[in-house]
Nanobody, 117 residues
Framework: VQLQASGGGLVQSGGSLRLSCAAS????????MGWYRQAPGKQRELVAT???????RYADSVEGRFTISRDNTKNTVRLQMSDLQPEDTAVYYC????????????WGQGTQVTVSS
């Protein structure tokens, strides 16, 4: 499985960005797709995930500002980010995982999001 992410960039505080990620290869159903981020000097943290059934989970820090969605027919996941703040600055990574056989976890290459104050 390969993940191709796009959509990062530089935005002012209060602005919006949308990240997209497309999965290709042997993608099976019943997978969880999501976004994680890593700021300089910090550990990678969960931002949001979505199951193939549409159940979502958000980090407290982004709840109400970010929205995750997916298209199962195209194996894509998107993250709409609004009201961005400087503390959202990080490299954002797309992730897909499957917790039933065949079990797997794959990461995308990361896309930089920078929010200026």
């Amino acid at each position: 499985v390969q993940l191709q992410a796009s959509g990062g960039g530089l935005v002012q505080s209060g602005g919006s960005l949308r990240l997209s990620c497309a999965a290709s290869g042997s993608v099976f159903g019943a997978s969880v797709m999501g976004w994680y981020r890593q700021a300089p000097g910090k550990q990678r943290e969960l931002v949001a995930t979505i199951t193939s059934g549409g159940n979502t989970r958000y980090a407290d820090s982004v709840e109400g500002r970010f929205t995750i969605s997916r298209d199962n027919t195209k194996n894509t996941v998107r993250l709409q980010m609004s009201d961005l703040q400087p503390e959202d600055t990080a490299v954002y990574y797309c992730n897909i995982k499957r917790l039933v056989t065949p079990v797997y976890t794959y990461w995308g290459q990361g896309t930089q999001v920078t929010v200026s104050s």
